[in-house]
T-cell receptor, first 113, second 115 residues
Framework: GESVGLHLPTLSVQEGDNSIINCAYSNSASDYFIWYKQESGKGPQFIIDIRSNMDKRQGQRVTVLLNKTVKHLSLQIAATQPGDSAVYFCAENMNTGFQKLVFGTGTRLLVSP | EAGVAQSPRYKIIEKRQSVAFWCNPISGHATLYWYQQILGQGPKLLIQFQNNGVVDDSQLPKDRFSAERLKGVDSTLKIQPAKLEDSAVYLC?????????????FGPGTRLTVT
């Protein structure tokens, strides 16, 4: 219900710190994983993706790590900035023959100056 | 390129009324998705179209929700009659296959409040 929405896991960091956001996924057959950033009042925005045959992928200031043994995904943001404040979702592609994304519940990142 | 367009941005209706949302995907994107996002949760797929055909509607409450994508471009999602638990943001996304990934682009969403 509505009360669940008010209790998103929250990560609070200082500007310049590195942030690590974690996600557990459910399907060991998932072949593709994506991290999305969602700012208030906007749709999710693609950040970075990784295929299941990789364990690490780097982008600009972001790194995604995949541990298939424990079905865990993490997003590392280097030198976090106030503009990084948002809700972050991981999504897994269920590998059903066409793309079907299942989203996690999200983590709110708060960056203070 | 222009993004995914949705309208209206906000809608308030009473329970048992009907409502419709419109989506215009990115030009050339064959795949279109409708998601429901309840406050504080991740988006949940309602229906997926490939061109004008339905690929997956397994999580669409078909007794009250319907969607169509005539001509394989724009799409509408309808709720009739609405219930209080339908209050959510309805997101439209579109994608095309590029390289070896299907990056989905999301619209801004329509926030529905059912009173």
């Amino acid at each position: 219900g509505e009360s669940v929405g008010l209790h998103l896991p929250t990560l609070s960091v200082q500007e310049g710190d590195n942030s690590i956001i974690n996600c557990a996924y459910s399907n060991s057959a998932s072949d593709y994983f994506i991290w999305y950033k969602q700012e208030s009042g906007k749709g999710p925005q693609f950040i970075i993706d990784i295929r299941s045959n990789m364990d690490k992928r780097q982008g600009q200031r972001v790194t995604v790590l995949l541990n298939k043994t424990v079905k865990h995904l993490s997003l590392q943001i280097a030198a976090t900035q106030p503009g990084d404040s948002a809700v972050y979702f991981c999504a897994e592609n269920m590998n059903t023959g066409f793309q079907k994304l299942v989203f996690g519940t999200g983590t709110r990142l708060l960056v203070s100056p | 390129e222009a993004g995914v367009a949705q309208s209206p941005r906000y809608k308030i209706i009473e329970k048992r009324q009907s409502v419709a949302f419109w989506c215009n995907p990115i030009s050339g994107h064959a795949t279109l998705y409708w998601y429901q996002q309840i406050l504080g949760q991740g988006p949940k797929l309602l229906i997926q179209f490939q061109n004008n055909g339905v690929v997956d509607d397994s999580q669409l409450p078909k007794d009250r929700f319907s969607a169509e994508r005539l001509k394989g471009v724009d799409s509408t999602l309808k709720i009739q009659p609405a219930k209080l638990e339908d209050s959510a943001v309805y997101l439209c996304a579109s994608s095309s296959y590029r390289g070896n990934s299907y990056e989905q682009y999301f619209g801004p969403g329509t926030r529905l409040t059912v009173t």
